[in-house]
């Protein structure tokens, strides 16, 4: 079996037995990179020099018999959101940050490397992560590898892509309102969404502050709970980050391959309703038989605001928080600054015309709206009112049930520019995954089948707060089951 062709998981165990070695892992990624980023445009930085220095010394320490980490050489990207030291840009895929290098690394950063992880890029995004199909970076639209007319999903694209194709075993997205669980089941891979407050925001280039929380990307449920826990935990430069003393961090990987019995699951009517694809539903619904043929009971609940009213009181909250997160880029501080201005005002107006894309003008000119005078308790102070009906909603639903499951998007991949016309459709793409992160809930991607145009489907399974141990054992139960991991995308049939 080809190097890329591990899963994170599988890999790791072949580097602390040194039947791999680190420069061979970081080596091989490189080159995959290198093969199939041109076509694909999952990366917008490479650091080859950095992560063939750094896996050198990761050998150098497995040959002496130390510990180096949980991940010990494994090859990890990065979404360029998060902030590294590196000397990589961190640009959030945009153009007021092309040029902007980080002089620190985020709090997820450190933890990768303290864990021995091998750093090898930035992937790409919708600038400031605002979008759903990887088409509103400032620099290129990242291809979906299972067909490259298609999108991979977004705002977490490019970290979706670069593990669905191999260039990398597993990758760090961040997810606002879907955007890690959408992509990975556009892409085909699993992603994970932990609880708000479960992995520190330190390092993370903010959006939407109240809904902004970074989890991992893999190619299976094992390399997902590898890296959440090598990601988790408390920090004190994060104050929404949750004390260990409070909500210690599990042994995600010892208990799970054990089966959660009973199982309870819940199924919303409101997730198959007008705008499911007819083929998705059928796969969907053909995973939850699978779940009930492995013993689990599947309860009919409702969830009243979470489809009706989560995508409108979604795009109040981010968008006014995101106006807020955005006025700091005003060619003063850091960032672009334009060279063609008549005085301060003048230089502040041009430097955000010409930095900013027109999803992110957008997102602020509504943000702005809805915060200012006269129409801040009409749409943000009802928004956040509906937000704690839908929070109420799944309290009540865990109640009942052990986890929630439905279809993560309403389609499968579409194809380059079908919507960028219509920023209402695109919004559409989240109307499953945007209430898990109002309730500030976990929720993960899994692979659950493939359309007859060969394209991936995936099924979202969401969980309470603090619940990932239970929810990652949930999903493995269907991934025993299951050859989906193993596939893989198109692209990958050109490797030597």
């Known amino acids: 079996m080809a190097t890329i062709d591990l899963t994170a998981c599988r890999m790791r165990d072949a580097l602390r037995a040194r039947n791999l070695s680190a420069v061979e892992a970081a080596g091989a990624c490189l080159e995959a990179i290198d093969r199939l980023n041109p076509g694909i445009r999952a990366f917008l930085s490479t650091d080859a020099q950095g992560a063939r220095r750094r896996a050198e010394e990761i050998d150098k320490r497995l040959d002496a018999g130390e510990d180096v980490g949980l991940l010990a050489g494994v090859p990890v990207a990065v979404k360029d959101n998060m902030c590294t030291d590196d000397g990589q840009p961190t640009s959030c895929a945009s153009r007021i940050l092309e040029n902007w290098r980080a002089p620190y690394n985020a709090h997820v950063v450190e933890r990768l490397l303290e864990e021995g992880a091998v750093i090898v890029g930035k992937t790409n995004m919708d600038e400031f992560a605002m979008g759903s199909s990887t088409e509103n970076s400032g620099f290129e639209a990242t291809r979906n590898p299972w067909d490259l007319d298609r999108v991979p999903g977004g705002s977490s694209g490019g970290s979706a892509a670069a593990v669905s194709a191999r260039m990398v075993p597993m990758a760090l997205g961040s997810d606002t309102g879907g955007s890690i669980r959408q992509p990975a089941a556009l892409c085909g891979v699993v992603g994970l969404k932990p609880t708000y407050g479960r992995v520190s925001r330190y390092g993370l280039v903010a959006f939407a502050s109240s ?239 493939f359309t007859e145009a060969g394209l991936p489907v995936g099924l979202q399974i969401l969980s309470g707060v603090f619940t990932e141990e239970r929810l990652l054992r949930i999903a493995r139960m269907y991934e025993r089951e299951t050859d989906w991991p193993s596939r893989a995308p198109p692209v990958c049939g050109e490797a030597p």
Do not use: W
């Open 211 to 449: 809904l902004d929380q970074i989890g991992p990307f893999g190619r299976t449920v094992e390399d997902a709970a590898l890296l959440l826990q090598a990601t988790a935990g408390h920090d004190p430069r994060d104050s929404t980050s949750v004390p260990e003393a409070d909500q210690p961090v599990p042994d995600y990987l010892a208990a799970l391959d054990e089966p959660v019995a009973p199982l309870r699951i819940g199924v919303p009517k409101e997730f198959f309703g007008e705008g499911l694809d007819a083929e998705v539903e059928k796969i969907v619904r053909d995973a939850l038989a699978v779940y009930a043929g492995l013993g689990a009971e599947l309860v009919n609940i409702d969830l009243p605001h979470s489809t009706d009213y989560a995508i409108a009181t979604y795009y109040i909250v981010a968008t006014s928080e995101a106006s807020s997160n955005l006025a700091r880029y005003d060619g003063v501080h850091y960032g672009h600054r334009s060279s063609d201005h008549a005085d301060m005002i003048d230089m502040y107006m041009r430097s955000r015309e010409e930095g900013f894309g027109d999803e992110v003008k957008r997102r602020i000119m509504l943000g702005t709206y809805a915060l200012s005078a006269g129409y801040y308790d009409a749409y943000y102070k009802k928004a956040l009112q509906v937000r704690r009906l839908i929070r109420q909603d799944f309290d009540r639903a865990f109640e009942k049930v052990d986890c929630i499951m439905g279809p993560t998007s309403p389609t499968a991949a579409f194809r380059q520019g079908e919507k960028t016309d219509d920023p209402l459709t695109m919004y559409l793409s989240d109307v499953y995954t945007a209430s898990c992160n109002l309730a500030a809930i976990a929720g993960v991607s899994i692979p659950c089948g």
